[in-house]
């Protein structure tokens, strides 16, 4: 299964930009990782005005976070957040300072959060 979370800053990327962003996502993953690697899902997280900080200052940086399926080796891994990369660029206008992109595999476990 190919999984992604899109967080947002409110007022950044309009709600009537989100689907050609999903389908950029989905058809660049598609492409890079198969058609057998589905199915594909995105979400959306937005972050209330003013409650997003970077340098001091209202951000107003998006995150992409991939979750991909086991086994993809560095090459396509990097393809992959490098095209999903670009066409969020070409569709929103936003810059690589206000886009962060990230793939891990499906059974990664590693370095989560926990509560005490």
Same mark, same amino acid.
């Given at each position: 299964?190919?999984?992604?979370?899109?967080?947002?800053?409110? =007022?950044?990327?309009?709600?009537?930009?989100? %689907?050609?962003?999903? $389908?950029?996502?989905?058809?660049?993953?598609?492409?890079?990782?198969?058609?057998? $690697?589905?199915?594909?899902?995105?979400?959306?997280?937005?972050?209330? /005005?003013?409650?997003?900080?970077? =340098?001091?200052? %209202?951000?107003?940086?998006?995150?992409? /976070?991939?979750?991909?399926?086991?086994?993809?080796? $560095?090459?396509?891994?990097? /393809?992959?957040?490098?095209?999903?990369?670009?066409?969020?660029?070409?569709?929103?206008?936003?810059?690589?300072?206000?886009?962060?992109?990230?793939? /891990?595999?499906? =059974?990664? $476990?590693?370095?989560?959060?926990?509560?005490?």
């Amino acid at each position: 299964m190919i999984e992604f979370l899109c967080t947002v800053q409110e =007022g950044c990327i309009p709600e009537n930009m989100r %689907p050609e962003l999903e $389908k950029a996502i989905q058809n660049t993953s598609v492409e890079i990782l198969g058609i057998a $690697k589905g199915p594909f899902s995105i979400s959306w997280a937005e972050i209330p /005005r003013d409650f997003g900080f970077r =340098g001091g200052k %209202p951000t107003t940086t998006s995150h992409v /976070r991939g979750q991909i399926p086991d086994g993809c080796d $560095k090459e396509t891994r990097e /393809r992959l957040m490098k095209e999903i990369g670009e066409r969020w660029y070409d569709i929103t206008g936003q810059t690589e300072d206000e886009l962060i992109v990230a793939a /891990r595999d499906e =059974g990664w $476990k590693g370095n989560t959060i926990k509560s005490n």
